[in-house]
């Protein structure tokens, strides 16, 4: 088989790509270990900065994210059982959408089904060839045969525990990591949302988010040891720590029921430098991971898959390689910008080990500072929502 862009990784960085890719008549195959039934079920987060919403619309596949998802002009923090809201509007001018990365990849694969692209699912045995020739390719086995996929170049958008950051040699990347002595066990039920926008909250006891899927659906998440088992917390265990770390005033309003989902995510920075070897092209979580506290992983997924779309776009209607040459820093730029803003949120909003009272203070501290000053909601307005692409 032969295509222009093979793109290793059927999550919605590789989806994405494919799609904005076809639609500028640039051809594609798709190659992804897992099932679509299982790519489709995955949870994971469901805030889109204004620009990733653009670039869906873009892609032509807005359209139920325009009908069903939630628009939220701001947030709270908390601490101290007290909360205040930034307004992003106000602040940046930007807002954010509410919309399920699950509901994400259900639009790109059925987008996807309209179009010319090759969508391989249940790929195993995939490997990456001649990635620093002009003529790479391809290999995967599927039904027990092999089968082989030239191209012009290869989208690595297979996540951290992919091969395709691995086909770069280790002397020639640099990786920069910071891993947090704590998880988040988040919770998924089926009750209307305890605000109508999401809730930050630090607690002497550790972290506290409530957030949401729709209004009907609603998601929360508090802080614990990196030891715990999501089995060792009960239905109620959980809401009572809950209560006790979010504000009252937002407590008195929680809806409580059976959680339909319960997991312990662990949380870690992590940066590759480069994002480019030969013609391979990392994008998303293959190439940079971010705690999910600041809503920037599938953002910064998005912002590179619009780099890379516009340099192959590029690249087939004018000849013009610049854009490819330059994928790496440009991406990166963005990138180590949302890690600061992650890792700030991060460490703000979290009890560390050991932790004293004096530290605790200074995070109180920071947090009614943001209250009462303009500069500091707006800086966080404008990286919450999104810096430009």
């Not at 600061?340 to 530290?359: A, G």
Request: charged share 25%; net charge negative; proline share 4%.
């Amino acid at each position: 088989m032969r295509t222009q862009v093979a793109i290793i990784g059927g999550g919605p960085a590789g989806l994405l790509l494919a799609q904005l890719l076809g639609r500028a008549n640039i051809a594609t195959a798709v190659i992804e270990r897992q099932s679509r039934h299982y790519v489709q079920k995955r949870i994971r987060a469901g805030v889109l900065e204004w620009g990733t919403v653009e670039t869906l619309r873009k892609a032509a596949v807005g359209k139920r994210m325009d009908a069903e998802g939630l628009i939220h002009e701001g947030c709270y923090l908390a601490a101290q059982n007290r909360r205040f809201r930034v307004d992003f509007k106000k602040s940046s001018g930007k807002q954010v959408m509410i919309y399920g990365q699950t509901e994400v990849t259900k639009d790109l694969y059925e987008a996807l089904e309209q179009t010319s692209a090759e969508v391989i699912d249940e790929a195993s045995a995939v490997e990456l060839h001649d990635v620093v020739t002009e003529k790479p390719f391809v290999t995967y086995q599927k039904f027990g045969v092999e089968h082989r996929i030239d191209c012009d170049f290869i989208a690595g958008c297979d996540g951290f525990h992919g091969i395709s950051r691995q086909m770069i040699p280790l002397e020639q990347r640099k990786e920069f990591e910071r891993v947090y002595p704590f998880g988040w066990l988040g919770v998924l039920s089926e009750t209307p949302p305890a605000s109508h926008e999401l809730v930050y909250a630090n607690h002497a006891r550790g972290f506290a988010l409530a957030s949401m899927r729709n209004p009907k659906l609603s998601r929360y998440y508090i802080q614990v040891s990196l030891e715990d088992k999501a089995e060792d917390w009960s239905d109620d265990a959980f809401w009572d720590e809950l209560r006790c770390r979010l504000p009252t005033e937002v407590s008195e309003d929680l809806i409580t029921g059976p959680a339909i989902e319960k997991s312990i995510a662990p949380l870690r920075s992590f940066v590759c430098e480069t994002m480019r070897w030969g013609n391979l092209f990392l994008c998303g979580d293959a190439a940079h991971i971010v705690p999910p506290t600041g809503a920037k992983g599938l953002n910064l997924a998005v912002s590179d898959v619009h780099y890379l779309f516009e340099a192959l776009k590029l690249h087939y209607a004018a000849h013009d390689d610049h854009l490819l040459d330059q994928y790496s820093a440009t991406a990166l730029a963005r990138v180590w910008k949302a890690i600061r803003f992650s890792w700030w949120m991060t460490t703000l909003l979290h009890r560390f080990p050991q932790q004293t009272e004096f530290e605790q203070r200074i995070q109180e501290s920071e947090i009614d500072y943001i209250a009462t000053s303009q500069a500091a909601q707006s800086m966080m307005a404008e990286n919450y929502t999104g810096l430009p692409l």
